[in-house]
């Protein structure tokens, strides 16, 4: 069983920056390919990026790909989320979700395993 907090939200103006972070519980972290996700008002869930086991494969939304950076640290149980630029159609819950992985490969499927709770993110025009 994994446990995912996630935590960094809250209010920005647009063209701010914001780093969410999501912490998991238990000592397998390293074998779980990690991905954020977001669902605004009225819509639904998205992909927002996706990281690797070890940090090195990564994929994003187009609609994020050059503002949004995903990272990993395996020593801490934390995935992190920086995000640039940030746009009012950026506002939405952000999730973080894992999913077991038996190699080191990123993970761009619907079915994932654990998800956080979700951490608000609102930016203002």
């Known amino acids: 069983q994994v446990q995912l907090k996630e935590s960094g939200g809250g209010l920005v103006q647009a063209g701010g920056s914001l780093r969410l972070s999501c912490t998991a519980s238990?000592?397998?972290?390293?074998?779980?390919?990690m991905g954020w996700f977001r669902q605004a008002p009225g819509k639904e869930r998205e992909f927002v990026a996706t990281?690797?086991?070890?940090?090195?494969?990564?994929y994003y939304a187009d609609s994020v790909k050059g503002r949004f950076t995903i990272s990993r640290d395996n020593a801490k149980n934390t995935v992190y989320l920086q995000m640039n630029s940030l746009k009012p159609e950026d506002t939405a819950i952000y999730y973080c979700?894992?999913?077991?992985?038996?190699?080191?490969?990123?993970?761009?499927?619907?079915?994932?395993?654990?998800w956080g709770q979700g951490t608000q993110v609102t930016v203002s025009s």
């Open positions: 979700a894992a999913v077991y992985r038996t190699g080191d490969r990123a993970y761009a499927g619907k079915n994932w395993d654990y």
């Open positions: 990281i690797n086991l070890s940090g090195t494969n990564i």
């Open positions: 238990g000592r397998t972290f390293k074998s779980y390919a």
